[in-house]
């Protein structure tokens, strides 16, 4: 792939929407992966204890998910300069065989300075706003 | 209890040198599901104008979750851990983290500040390679919820 150019972007520009599965064994490999071994990303018992719903995901994976979709559309997950988010409400992972869901749609809020732009993303989880203030600032080419 | 507000500024002594490899940058992207093959191809990230296979965009972290741990176990920053939750997440890149590189993470308290009962600790982590040369930011904004 090779990285979006700023004349193929302009303020309102959709990125194509995208939903990510996400089951306990995502989560599991994803502790593994970060290092981030919280009990209530995979041990029920643990979440109901604390007072959660259940089995949760951690904000840091539905992060990771949501830039998939900044890095696929910008086409190099080298563009992606400045990533924020604040966690709301929890994604939540039932051992159903089905699991949870994260759904991830951008849009094109800003062109900035050198070749930069400004992404706005809305995530949700079964129509739940699940991270807010989530803005990605990618550089073009 | 409220933080005090004398922690800010405050910064805690370098981590010991993070080595990154190519395997680890190759498991944390299969675990997010990243398949661009410059995470795990070192050709095709030279192709893409990198020394060596780049790491995705929330890599970071791997470092510095761990580093940030120093704040925690400062016995002058009373935050009820069994209550604190994730508040907010940033990550600035002055360049990809990539294999081979060896980086060392430096945490600051950045704010703190008490809003309705709850606790709130913000901590930046410099993350930057044993040489000197800036690589990325973290900033995480804990929150200890107050006993309502």
Redesign the interface.
């Known amino acids: ?2 990285r979006l150019s700023v004349a193929d972007v302009e303020v309102g520009t959709e990125l194509p929407e995208r939903v ?1 599965p996400v089951t306990r064994a ?1 989560l599991v ?2 502790a ?5 071994f919280n009990p209530i990303h995979w041990n029920e018992r643990v979440a109901t204890e604390v007072g959660l719903p259940g089995v949760i995901a951690h ?3 539905t ?3 949501a ?2 979709v900044v ?2 559309w910008a086409g ?3 563009a ?8 709301g409400r929890p994604v939540l992972v039932p051992d159903d065989g089905v699991g949870g869901e994260v759904t991830v749609r951008g849009r094109v809020a800003a062109l900035l300075d050198g070749d930069r732009a400004r992404v706005d993303l809305t995530v949700t989880s079964h129509g739940d706003k699940v991270l807010s ?1 989530a803005r990605a600032i990618v550089a073009l080419a | 209890m409220a933080l005090d507000q004398e922690l800010v500024g405050r910064s805690y002594p370098p981590s010991a040198v993070y080595e990154v490899g190519r395997g680890k940058i190759a498991e944390f992207a299969s675990a997010i599901g990243a398949d661009d093959p410059v995470h795990r191809d070192a050709d095709a990230a030279r192709a893409a104008g990198y020394a060596d296979v780049i790491a995705p965009p929330t890599f970071a972290i791997v470092l510095t979750l761990e580093a940030a741990n120093v704040v925690l176990e400062d016995p002058q920053v009373s935050l009820d851990y069994s209550r604190v939750v994730h508040g907010e997440q940033r990550f600035t890149h002055h360049r990809p983290i990539r294999a081979g590189d060896r980086l060392v993470a430096t945490t600051t308290i950045e704010a703190v500040r008490s809003v309705a009962g709850n606790d709130m600790l913000t901590t930046r982590v410099d993350v930057a390679t044993e040489g000197g040369e800036a690589v990325c930011s973290a900033t995480s904004m804990l929150v200890a919820r107050g006993l309502s």
């Open positions: 792939m090779s990510f995502d490999r994803y593994g992966a970060s290092g981030d904000g840091m994976f992060m990771a998910l830039s998939r890095t696929d190099d997950p080298g992606l300069v400045e990533y924020h988010v604040r966690f203030l």
